[in-house]
């Protein structure tokens, strides 16, 4: 976990494209044939349902980092787009997260001016008149939360494991802020 973060190393087999998955799963993984067959079945009438990526993300982690890390991985990830409680995510992989997202960190929340100031720290907006704009058109999340005033300041009960704020924009882009 040290050299590779868990969460990073999931998500980067889960993005293999469509035409290099089948050829990826017969070289890396040790699954049985007929279930390449039917995850090769999957990618050719389903590929909008990505089970072959998720096989193969599921197999490389595995035996990498083990079952426990890539059940974490994946509830980071459904955490982080917001098909679970962004809060439930544990401190460690928090901690990976913005060391992956190469966010700030800040010593207190005295530091931030507000939200605008994040977006731009983090370089999810590169200006504060952008950042504005994504707040009025309802594209930032801070902690899965639609962010509704751009005037808004983060508070400490925001924090999760009293450390970590993850902001969102679109549905894509995120970058997890550490408090020290």
């Given at each position: 976990p040290?050299?590779?973060?868990p969460?990073?190393?999931?998500?980067y087999w889960?993005?293999?494209?469509?035409?290099d998955?089948?050829?990826?799963?017969k070289?890396?993984?040790?699954l049985?044939?007929d279930?390449?067959?039917?995850?090769?079945?999957?990618?050719?009438?389903?590929?909008?349902?990505?089970?072959?990526?998720?096989?193969?993300?599921?197999?490389?982690?595995?035996?990498?980092?083990?079952?426990?890390?890539?059940?974490?991985a994946?509830?980071?990830?459904?955490?982080?787009?917001?098909?679970?409680?962004?809060?439930?995510?544990?401190?460690?992989?928090?901690?990976?997260l913005?060391?992956?997202?190469?966010?700030?960190?800040?010593f207190?929340?005295?530091?931030?001016?507000?939200?605008?100031?994040?977006?731009?720290?983090?370089?999810?907006?590169?200006?504060?008149g952008?950042?504005?704009?994504?707040?009025?058109?309802?594209g930032?999340?801070?902690?899965?939360?639609?962010?509704k005033?751009?005037?808004?300041?983060?508070?400490?009960?925001?924090?999760?494991?009293?450390?970590?704020?993850?902001?969102?924009?679109?549905?894509?882009?995120?970058s997890?802020?550490?408090?020290?």
């Amino acid at each position: 976990p040290k050299q590779t973060c868990p969460y990073d190393f999931y998500q980067y087999w889960f993005n293999v494209a469509d035409a290099d998955v089948i050829r990826f799963i017969k070289f890396f993984t040790f699954l049985p044939q007929d279930v390449v067959e039917a995850l090769e079945t999957s990618v050719e009438q389903e590929p909008h349902l990505r089970e072959a990526q998720k096989k193969l993300a599921w197999e490389m982690t595995t035996m990498i980092h083990g079952e426990e890390e890539a059940e974490k991985a994946i509830f980071a990830a459904a955490a982080l787009f917001g098909r679970e409680d962004i809060r439930e995510v544990d401190a460690i992989t928090m901690d990976a997260l913005h060391n992956a997202t190469e966010a700030p960190s800040f010593f207190s929340l005295d530091e931030v001016e507000g939200i605008l100031s994040l977006l731009t720290a983090s370089g999810l907006c590169k200006s504060s008149g952008e950042a504005r704009k994504m707040v009025q058109g309802n594209g930032i999340s801070l902690n899965n939360e639609k962010v509704k005033d751009f005037r808004y300041k983060p508070v400490q009960e925001d924090l999760i494991h009293q450390t970590y704020l993850v902001l969102r924009k679109g549905k894509k882009d995120f970058s997890v802020i550490k408090f020290t």
